[in-house]
């Protein structure tokens, strides 16, 4: 009787479609991507779902102001993310929508369910909501609060950033208090479920520890939701639709009764292995659902990873800041095999990373090009040279260093399987390259072209060949799940069927099949790259511009100037202005004034700082961000007072065409006082 494939079942978050995915959504997704097809390699019955989240009031908003129903809008994005997953070649064998009506139908049932066994239950809710976050906050949760003149909370900030604003409205709630005790004890008795530990601690401390809420899960003010049943003016919020997928999407419906009754595809993959999860969402799907699944009476994942986040040099990737790049650009340029291993390679896994373009290219040029690439080539070409395009038979050690390279080529298919099953890919991917780097050291230390000048020298240069020819098979096959086109190539160019070669059980020395040949002339499968003309690509592309096209010869004279105030001034009126650098010691809304903020600042005067009023509140909610910055003042204007308190100059900002304003900053190593010129 066959022996019954172990099975593997990963899942990503699903997306939710407000906006164009970038490559910090990719990650996740190839991330997942990367361990099913690891594990699809060593024969595990694999399966693994992705989908969109496609409900909630910020939906419904986004579809009115692009004039669509709301149905009509998530159609589009849906389809528009199913293209990325194709074009990133995502190997998912599920997609799902919140939308689809056997999801809906299930999220009802389940949300009855819960309210006859008592777990929900309709009370009253009031409380500060973020409309982007989909997400309730009380007074103390909130990163900035509003305050009126009198003290009143008028509204506030989210931690995320965006504001919130009052809800008062009838909802149904999840009695998430009843299971906190439970849920800890979860925790102290599978220490491994949720990953990185970090994560866990952040999860007791601040959200169980202090008391666990009772979670509203309905809404009344939208209607952009799965209704509920028994009082359909509720539509079930967000948290128990886009959660309860996981199962759904596996045919689990309450009404067949307990685990034993659900359908097979169900019993066969739940409880997932990996549920990955960006940081920002750890909370939801390390208390909210675990909690949801034990009042199921279903097993709770083995494991819910919550990686960090992809950077870049300034921060998240934000439109506004010109510096947010999509996979389409980078696949179309550079292909998807090495998009997907700068992801792999450069992030941590679980900590935050940061792209550049500069690290990209290098990683293309250095890595990709010189390290893989040059291997292949050379070894194709001695192949070709001194065996007539044969692999010959492997015998075993034959040279001085034919032993290490087989106990290292060991090693790191160990060390890799390890740190796979562990979601390091990182740390798998160098122990790839430090194989490849031995074995291009290899070359250097056994000499072939040496070695080829004596007939006598004819087994040892044999041995070089299949040992290097050997690598590259290892090497190819421990990358599949990464390189989907590269290592095919690389098989192919060494006479290998990746079809019926690859095979994880043969990831040792002596499996390279008799008798093939190479191909007759490699093909370089990594071109290197210009550094300087694919970051400017990269730049240009980030900051929303085409690559400049050549202009036309420049005469300044024939520039028609514009001004703002429609007249000039002569240079001595302007050499009465004194410009001063300034660092922000403290800033601070002025009480009573919507718009003035009240700014203390080190110019470099004699004794002391100095202060000045500016009308940039409402563009500046936390101005706590705003204390260490460096700014230009006009330190020469005569001093005034507004609201009862002296201002003495003006700090200098840019205005753009939507009239937002913005403080003019200065390098950090510019002297506090020293003179604007």
Not at 251 to 267: A, I, N, R
Not at 343 to 370: A, H, K, Q, Y
Not at 494 to 522: A, S
Not at 607 to 630: D, M, P
Request: charged share 25%; proline share 5%.
């Amino acid at each position: 009787m066959a022996q019954e494939k172990k099975t593997f079942y990963i899942t990503t978050p699903i997306y939710y479609p407000s906006g164009k995915l970038h490559i910090g959504n990719a990650y996740t997704t190839i991330a997942c991507d990367v361990s099913a097809r690891y594990k699809r390699l060593k024969g595990y019955d694999t399966f693994y779902l992705t989908g969109t989240d496609e409900h909630g009031q910020k939906i419904e908003k986004k579809a009115q102001e692009l004039g669509q129903t709301p149905q009509d809008y998530v159609d589009g994005m849906a389809k528009s993310i199913k293209e990325l997953w194709k074009l990133l070649k995502i190997s998912n064998d599920k997609f799902i929508r919140t939308t689809d009506g056997y999801h809906k139908e299930v999220v009802a049932k389940i949300f009855d369910k819960l309210k006859k066994q008592g777990d929900i239950y309709l009370s009253h809710y009031a409380g500060w909501y973020s409309v982007p976050d989909e997400e309730f906050f009380t007074e103390t949760q909130l990163a900035e609060v509003y305050r009126d003149e009198a003290g009143n909370v008028i509204g506030g900030v989210a931690p995320s950033g965006h504001e919130v604003e009052w809800v008062k409205e009838e909802s149904y709630f999840f009695r998430m208090s009843k299971y906190a005790d439970r849920l800890l004890d979860y925790y102290e008795n599978h220490p491994h479920f949720i990953q990185p530990e970090s994560r866990k601690k952040e999860m007791i401390n601040n959200f169980i520890k202090p008391g666990l809420e009772d979670l509203a899960v309905s809404r009344t003010t939208f209607d952009w939701g799965v209704p509920i049943n028994s009082d359909p003016k509720h539509v079930i919020y967000v948290w128990i639709d886009a959660l309860t997928n996981y199962i759904t999407a596996l045919g689990y419906d309450p009404e067949l009764g307990g685990f034993d009754h659900q359908p097979e595809l169900f019993k066969k993959f739940w409880p997932a292995d990996v549920q990955m999860v960006g940081k920002e969402i750890v909370r939801f799907h390390t208390i909210y659902w675990p909690i949801m699944l034990m009042a199921l009476d279903l097993p709770l994942p083995k494991q819910v990873y919550g990686h960090g986040w992809l950077l870049m040099k300034d921060g998240k990737m934000s439109k506004s800041k010109g510096n947010v790049i999509y996979p389409e650009f980078l696949v179309n340029r550079y292909g998807v095999d090495p998009m997907r291993y700068y992801l792999m390679r450069e992030v941590p896994f679980g900590n935050d990373g940061i792209f550049t373009p500069e690290d990209f290219v290098s990683r293309m040029n250095f890595d990709l090009s010189n390290d893989l690439g040059n291997l292949l080539n050379r070894t194709i070409a001695m192949i070709n040279k001194y065996c007539n395009g044969e692999v010959p038979a492997y015998n075993g050690d034959v040279t001085l260093y034919d032993n290490d390279l087989r106990e290292l080529a060991a090693e790191t298919v160990s060390v890799y399987e390890a740190e796979m099953d562990a979601m390091q890919f990182s740390q798998a991917l160098t122990a790839v390259w430090r194989f490849i780097s031995r074995t291009n050291k290899y070359i250097d230390e056994t000499q072939p072209w040496l070695l080829a000048k004596e007939e006598d020298n004819r087994a040892e240069l044999e041995s070089v060949m299949v040992h290097l020819a050997e690598s590259l098979r290892i090497v190819a096959t421990l990358l599949q799940p990464i390189f989907i086109d590269t290592s095919s190539k690389i098989y192919q160019q060494l006479g290998l069927d990746d079809r019926h070669d690859q095979i994880w059980e043969n990831l040792q020395f002596g499996n390279f099949p008799i008798g093939r040949k190479v191909v007759k002339k490699g093909e370089p499968i990594f071109p290197r790259l210009d550094k300087e003309e694919e970051v400017e690509a990269m730049k240009q592309a980030m900051a929303g511009t085409k690559p400049a096209e050549e202009e036309a010869e420049w005469d300044p004279e024939n520039i028609e100037l514009s001004s703002i105030k429609n007249q000039t001034i002569k240079y001595d009126d302007f050499d009465k202005v004194e410009l001063k650098v300034a660092e922000i010691i403290s800033c601070e809304k002025v009480e009573g004034a919507d718009k003035l903020l009240q700014f203390r600042l080190d110019a470099g005067d004699t004794n002391g700082h100095r202060q000045i009023l500016s009308g940039v509140a409402e563009f500046y909610k936390n101005t706590k961000e705003l204390v260490g910055k460096k700014v230009v003042i006009v330190a020469n204007l005569k001093p005034r007072k507004m609201r009862g308190l002296i201002s003495q100059g003006m700090i200098l900002s840019g205005e753009d065409a939507e009239g937002n304003l913005s403080l003019i900053t200065v390098p950090d190593y510019l002297p506090n006082g020293s003179a604007v010129k």
